[in-house]
């Protein structure tokens, strides 16, 4: 057993794990944090992404001791980060996935939410190619990508102040925009 001392979703905790544990198994079994999800525990479907100093991290293979002194984000921390930096609401992303329905289990959900923040935080308007490659190491194994390619684009838009492109389903009145 080893004592981590972790920084996660802003808070700095102290946590003991046995020296082969993941920052997955970490976040599950000793935070609580059970919404970083165990997949595939061989780094495939990302399912367990979080964010690490800003960019996306398998926490199933990566040990957490590798974590320490590292900014970890999770999606509980989400919106209290996005709150504590004087926005209100859920983060944008969030916000912007939730709108364009872009789940159906929702167990890929906290991934890709996570991999498109850290995307949409280094471009701030991507690409439907910058998208794809972001998203990469995601699986949905309920084949949304649809909306969740919608949602990114929303999210782009909005910080940009721009239009976001009317999917091919979406009504023609406006009275129905979400």
Known sequence: MQNL????????VEV??????TLCEVLRYR??????????????????????DGRPVLSCIHL?????????TTIEGLRPLH?????????????????????QCGFCQSGMILSAKALLDEVPVPTEEDA??????NL?????YTQIFQAIERAA??????EPTKPAWAPESSEHEA
Request: aromatic fraction near 2%; include cysteine.
């Open 5 to 12: 001392r972790l920084n996660i979703n802003g808070d700095s």
């Open 16 to 21: 003991g794990a046995p020296s082969h544990w």
């Open 31 to 52: 935070l609580g944090l059970t919404g970083t999800k165990q997949g595939c525990d061989k780094g495939d479907c990302g399912a367990c992404t979080v964010l690490i």
């Open 64 to 72: 957490a001791a590798l974590a320490e002194d590292k900014e970890v």
């Open 83 to 103: 709150q504590a930096a004087g926005g209100e609401g859920c983060d944008p992303v969030q916000d912007s996935f939730d709108r364009c329905g872009a789940l």
């Open 132 to 137: 794809r490659a972001a998203l990469s190491g």
């Open 140 to 144: 949905c194994r309920c084949t949304g």
């Open 157 to 162: 838009c909005e910080r940009a102040g721009l």
